[in-house]
């Protein structure tokens, strides 16, 4: 039995980045050998293993062939005459197909140390067309490491143009989207994820909406279009490291009702987060509260509970200030010295101290609204 450290643990470590999680992989092995020293078989159709002290997982070697259409038509074959050629043949891009021994010995049958010096993104074997998820996570790796300088070469873009066929598109299933759309969104350069699916002419499959907005680009383009949702996301990026705040400054612009927000989350199975914070952001747009009237200041804040909740503010002001940083400054500006007067608000800042119940009320609610006017006249 020999153990090989794989995948990413691999890579990140020859460029120097910091390791997150490790995988292995076994060969020479079987399923009952692993379980007998310990190891937890996380799935009884898969050959992963976790280690019983650093959770770390272990899958034996395995070759894969493609008989049917979609991520699941494969047929995953195990034994212990695997070799780790093999298991690393069926990887999707060469950077991802590297090993090292337990000597620190680097194992690279398909030249992914080349690749990682001259930042390449390239595919393996032709077989790479055989699971549409790889588009999804070519995407990902670009925008992942777009920074660095990687780039998808010419013959792997156009595999991936090939691999958008409509029975291929509809075989994945929402859950893939989101997965790797959330994992892309907390990247340096997320708007790579989505420009390259667009360029591949896959988006309209996966987010309509989003490939109307962002309109054709050219297969041969390395240029981001110059249009709003994608400059609202650079901006967002520079502002915020939250997902949420990311993808609604990407989207906003393109939903212009509450059904419509509801429908692209559910389609994606997106948290409830994202649909209050598109919400939020459809309702209250940026143009609308630079110029919102004290009273409309007022329900900003009652009807969101602002008071106690400063950190959906921030995310919505963050939002404002991607789609549009002039009037976005102004707009959360306005809103944050609104909060904070009708912060200093209490019962005894009131003239009757005596008031209760919904006299109360009504009293504290005046006093809010007498203060935001009282701002708006010393800025007129």
């Not at 039995?1 to 691999?10: D, E, K, S, T």
């Not at 609604?248 to 987060?273: F, G, P, R, W, Y």
């Not at 200041?297 to 509970?305: I, M, V």
């Not at 707009?331 to 019962?347: D, I, P, Q, S």
Request: charged share 20%.
């Amino acid at each position: 039995m020999q153990i090989y450290l794989v995948g990413g643990a691999v890579r990140d470590q020859l460029l120097g980045l910091p390791v997150k999680e490790r995988d292995y992989v076994v060969t020479g092995t079987t399923p009952a050998q692993l379980t007998a020293l310990g190891f937890l078989q996380l799935n009884d159709k898969f050959p992963v293993f976790k280690h019983p002290v650093t959770g770390d997982e272990y899958a034996i070697a395995r070759r894969e062939t493609k008989i049917a259409t979609g991520y699941k038509g494969f047929v995953i074959e195990t034994s212990s005459d695997v070799t780790l050629e093999e298991d690393l043949a069926r990887r999707d891009l060469t950077i991802n197909a590297i090993a090292q021994d337990k000597t620190g010995r680097i194992i690279d049958p398909f030249g992914g140390c080349v690749d990682l010096q001259a930042r390449r993104l390239r595919h393996i074997t032709p077989a790479f067309v055989d699971d549409p998820v790889r588009l999804l996570r070519i995407a990902r790796f670009a925008a992942q490491f777009w920074h660095l300088g990687f780039r998808i070469t010419h013959t792997t873009y156009k595999l991936l143009r090939e691999m958008v066929q409509p029975s291929e598109m509809l075989s994945l299933v929402p859950q893939h989207l989101r997965k790797v759309m959330l994992q892309a969104l907390i990247t340096k350069s997320p708007w790579q994820f989505f420009t390259i699916l667009q360029r591949i002419e896959a988006l309209q499959y996966l987010i309509p909406e989003l490939a109307i907005a962002i309109g054709q680009i050219s297969p041969h383009s390395v240029d981001v279009p110059a249009l709003l949702p994608v400059i609202a996301l650079q901006r967002a990026v520079a502002l915020s490291a939250n997902p949420t705040v990311r993808f609604t400054a990407l989207m906003t612009s393109k939903l212009d009702n509450t059904n419509s927000v509801i429908m692209l989350c559910q389609n994606l199975h997106l948290e409830k987060s994202y649909i209050d914070l598109l919400t939020l952001a459809i309702i209250w747009t940026v143009q609308r509260v630079a110029i919102a009237t004290a009273q409309e200041l007022l329900e900003l804040l009652e009807t969101n509970r602002f008071l106690h909740r400063s950190e959906k503010l921030k995310n919505l002001t963050e939002v404002w200030r991607a789609i549009d940083p002039v009037i976005g400054i102004i707009a959360t500006n306005r809103v944050t010295a609104a909060l904070h007067a009708v912060k200093t608000v209490t019962v005894q800042t009131l003239k009757d101290t005596s008031l209760n119940g919904k006299n109360l009320g009504i009293a504290l609610r005046q006093k809010r609204l007498s203060v935001i006017e009282q701002l708006d006249q010393k800025n007129i």
